[in-house]
Every structure is written in structure tokens, then in C-alpha cells.
């Protein structure tokens, strides 16, 4: 019997694909995890020159190591590149040199609460190297010349980036966008990455009502390059969002847009809410992930943020116990789920405009009361198109009538369906 591979099951195996590679906001690890991506869609790849002025940002130098190590004085490797990605400070200068521990423990990083744990480090915008390591390897390190070496390179190349659209019925966009930049982690963000993949797949499988744009970047440089180079277009943007940390076991999270009350915002709440899944709704702040670049003030998009157990959150986060076992295949395929429900709302929540307005019109001679018969929510269908017809006005949307009237939205849809076809409201 063949064995069932379930869209979850698929999903942490990209995961695990991806989690060896040596990514940064720069260089070949980003073009090797987009090799992979490619290998589930089709992808548009931009590679953006150092040096290219980016908004209030310059690309940086493009980063790549080869290998990363600290031999103790007998020769023997304490910390070496080739067993986590997490070992070396990301954007290290090359380093050759033999040293005293005691000159090298400044440049040594630990989680001293945590000490079976690496932590992730970085430093992309000042010269520097480092190594990151578990507080006992570094308590257990004699006295003595130690031996570093950092084979890196920092030289003019390019910012990669991708994007995937789904076409759509209308120009309109939708952008969903994950970082690519995290080595190592697997909720924070290749769990993210996955989840955008299979929903970017699942939508082509159809045809939406929006255009679907999935842009893979790396974190804060990668979005805002994205904007620099899109500024003439973003006004296409109606919808986004951002995926992060989208594999733990924790429940959803959703960060709303800077607006508040987008209707992105809305449609996420109803889906959590009418859902009863467990999840928590949280009010926009200027700091997290790329959400915080799409709704800067000077371009103001709608694009909230959704995630398990949000950034920062949970202990593991930047470290490598987010490892293959943190993030699990039910999880990702839950968030895969919240999605697609989410833009299934955004996609049919049109606004309607009542062409009986004057009175109720008379639908038993339409045939629309003889048509709920035999249904067992004939009263909430028949309930659905009282309401639509009360507020098809032009302003009000099946996501207001939803809400407002307490039914389930694919009822609202199916009574407005109802109504257009019979010739009562238009679109």
C-alpha cells in the first residue's frame, strides 16, 4: 500500500531541505534556498547590484563563508562551522590567527541560561567576526593558544530576491512575503517559507479573484529593496501579508496592519474567531518583521502579520533548539488552512448594490424561497438574503454582512450568489 504523504508531511520536508544551508541577507546560501523553493514554483529571481541606493538604505557587500572553525591547543575543533550554520557570527570579516582564550572570549557568544543551546548572531552593518557556541562547550575550554580561522569573503555581488505571482481575475494584488535570510532556524523562518510555497501552489490550483504576489527576501534590506524597486506599482497592493514562525505548536497569532482596521485585519479576525481556534489578536507595532516596511507611513499598505507563537516569544526563538523538531507538520498545515479560508474571504467579499431598494422584494415569485426547500438552514439562507439586500448600498461588503448579521460568510456569499442571479443587486 502506498504510503499517504499529507500536504504537512510535505511541508517539513522542505523544511528539512532547507535547514542546512548557510544563509544570510546576502550570498549563495539565499540563491541555494531559492534553488529549492524553485523546485515547488516557479520563480521570478532578482539579483540587485552592492551599492544600489535602496529608500534611506544602500544593497550592502555580498557575504559568503566557506568554513568556520576554533582549534584548543591540542589541535582538536571545538566549534566548526560544518556542524551548524548558527557557529559563526553572521557577516564575520575573515580571520586567521592564533590567540589566548582570554582574547578570544570577546568574540565567543553563549546563552548562559540556556547552556546546551547556540545562539543566532549577527553583525551586517559593522565589521566584525565572532563565533556563537553552547555555554558548557565554552566552560569546558582550557587555558591555552587557541587557533581561529573564519574563510569568508565581503565583496561587491548582489541582494537576491524572488517573487512567484498567481494570476488573478483583476490587477488588484495580494502580497504574501517571507524572509529567506535565517540559517539554521526552522520555525523563524523556514517553516514560514513552506507554508508560502504550498499556499502559493494551492492557489494556482484555482482561479483567484486577486493577483497573488509571494515575494521570498531577506529580512528588513530585502523588503525595502523590494519597495524601492516597486514604488510605481504598490498602489495595485490592496491585501498582504507577512509569514513568520509558522510551525510551532503554539496557537495563531495575527498581527494587524498599522491601519488597524484593513480588510485584511477583518477578514483574519473573522476566520480566527468563527474558527474557535485558540489564537490571539495583536495590535500593530513598528517593530517585528517586514510587516513593519509594507506599512511604513509613506506607503501605508495593508499587510498584517500572522505567525504561531509570535517573534521573540517562545525561548527557543534565535537559537538552535528552533531546530526540525520544534516545528511540526500539523502546525504548518493548520496555518496553510488559516490562510487559504482567509483569502477565500478577501477573494468574494464583494460590495453589492440593491436593485429592488424601495421595500422587500417579493422572492417567493422569483423562486428564491422555493429554492431553500429541503435545506436545513433554510432560515439562516433566507435570513442571508434579507441582509445582503439590506445593505447591498454600495459601501458595505458580504464581510460586513457576515459579521453584522452573526452568519457563516460562505452563506452570505451563497445568498448574494442567489440574489445576483435573479437579478436583484449587482456587483
Given at each position: 500500500m502506498a504510503v499517504v504523504t499529507t500536504p504537512g508531511e510535505e511541508m517539513?520536508?522542505?523544511?528539512?531541505?532547507?535547514?542546512?544551508l548557510r544563509r544570510s541577507i546576502t550570498g549563495d546560501g539565499v540563491r541555494a534556498t531559492l534553488d529549492i523553493v524553485g523546485e515547488?514554483?516557479?520563480?521570478?529571481?532578482?539579483?540587485?547590484?552592492?551599492?544600489?541606493?535602496?529608500?534611506?538604505?544602500?544593497?550592502p557587500q555580498e557575504w559568503n563563508v566557506r568554513e568556520a572553525w576554533i582549534a584548543d591547543p591540542s589541535g582538536r575543533r571545538v566549534v566548526d562551522l560544518a556542524d551548524s550554520s548558527l557557529h559563526v557570527l553572521g557577516y564575520s570579516v575573515p580571520v586567521s590567527a592564533r590567540m589566548e582564550l582570554s582574547d578570544l572570549r570577546p568574540h565567543l557568544h553563549t546563552l548562559?541560561?540556556?547552556?546546551?543551546?547556540?545562539p543566532y548572531r549577527t553583525s551586517y552593518y559593522k565589521p566584525d567576526w565572532g563565533f556563537?557556541?553552547?555555554?558548557?562547550?565554552?566552560?569546558?575550554?582550557?587555558d591555552g593558544e587557541y587557533e581561529v580561522r573564519i574563510d569568508s569573503t565581503l565583496a561587491d555581488g548582489h541582494l537576491t530576491y524572488a517573487e512567484h505571482v498567481v494570476p488573478g481575475q483583476v490587477p488588484d494584488e495580494v502580497i504574501v512575503s517571507s524572509h529567506v535570510c535565517h540559517p539554521a532556524l526552522a520555525n523563524d523562518n523556514l517553516a514560514g517559507i513552506a507554508v508560502a510555497a504550498f499556499l502559493a501552489r494551492s492557489l494556482a490550483g484555482g482561479t483567484p479573484y486577486h493577483t497573488y504576489r509571494f515575494l521570498f527576501a531577506p529580512g528588513?534590506?530585502?523588503?525595502?529593496?523590494?519597495?524601492?524597486?516597486?514604488?510605481?506599482?504598490?498602489?495595485?497592493?490592496?491585501?498582504?501579508?507577512?509569514?513568520?514562525?509558522?510551525?510551532?505548536?503554539g496557537s495563531l497569532t495575527y498581527k494587524r496592519s498599522r491601519r488597524g482596521d484593513a480588510e485584511i485585519d477583518r477578514a483574519m479576525r473573522y476566520v480566527l474567531e468563527t474558527s474557535g481556534r485558540p489564537h490571539e489578536i495583536r495590535e500593530f507595532t513598528p517593530y517585528g518583521y517586514d510587516e513593519r516596511q509594507f506599512c511604513s507611513p509613506g506607503f501605508d499598505l495593508a499587510v498584517g502579520s500572522l505567525s504561531r507563537t509570535p517573534y521573540a516569544g517562545y525561548?527557543?526563538?534565535?537559537?538552535?533548539?528552533?531546530?526540525?523538531?520544534?516545528?511540526?507538520?500539523?502546525?504548518?498545515?493548520?496555518?496553510?488552512?488559516?490562510?487559504?479560508?482567509?483569502?477565500?474571504?478577501?477573494?468574494?467579499?464583494?460590495?453589492?448594490?440593491?436593485?429592488?431598494?424601495?421595500?422587500?422584494?417579493?422572492?417567493?415569485?422569483?423562486?428564491?424561497?422555493?429554492?431553500?426547500?429541503?435545506?436545513?438552514?433554510?432560515?439562516?439562507?433566507?435570513?442571508?438574503?434579507?441582509?445582503?439586500?439590506?445593505?447591498?448600498?454600495?459601501?458595505?461588503?458580504?464581510?460586513?454582512?457576515?459579521?453584522?448579521?452573526?452568519?457563516?460568510?460562505?452563506?452570505?456569499?451563497?445568498?448574494a450568489d442567489a440574489l445576483h442571479g435573479a437579478g436583484l443587486v449587482k456587483a
Open positions: 517539513h520536508a522542505l523544511v528539512e531541505r532547507m535547514y542546512p515547488h514554483l516557479p520563480l521570478e529571481v532578482h539579483e540587485v547590484p552592492t551599492g544600489t541606493q535602496v529608500l534611506d538604505w544602500t544593497v548562559p541560561e540556556h547552556p546546551t543551546w547556540v556563537c557556541l553552547a555555554q558548557e562547550t565554552l566552560d569546558s575550554l582550557p528588513t534590506i530585502g523588503a525595502i529593496t523590494w519597495l524601492a524597486r516597486n514604488a510605481g506599482r504598490v498602489e495595485r497592493v490592496k491585501h498582504g501579508l507577512v509569514l513568520a514562525c509558522a510551525g510551532d505548536r525561548p527557543e526563538y534565535h537559537t538552535s533548539a528552533d531546530d526540525l523538531d520544534f516545528v511540526t507538520p500539523e502546525a504548518m498545515e493548520d496555518t496553510l488552512a488559516v490562510c487559504r479560508q482567509v483569502f477565500a474571504v478577501l477573494d468574494r467579499n464583494r460590495r453589492y448594490v440593491n436593485l429592488s431598494p424601495y421595500g422587500e422584494p417579493q422572492l417567493g415569485r422569483r423562486g428564491l424561497y422555493g429554492a431553500l426547500g429541503g435545506r436545513s438552514d433554510a432560515q439562516e439562507a433566507q435570513m442571508a438574503m434579507l441582509w445582503v439586500l439590506s445593505l447591498s448600498d454600495g459601501e458595505h461588503g458580504l464581510l460586513d454582512v457576515a459579521e453584522r448579521a452573526g452568519l457563516p460568510f460562505d452563506t452570505v456569499v451563497a445568498a
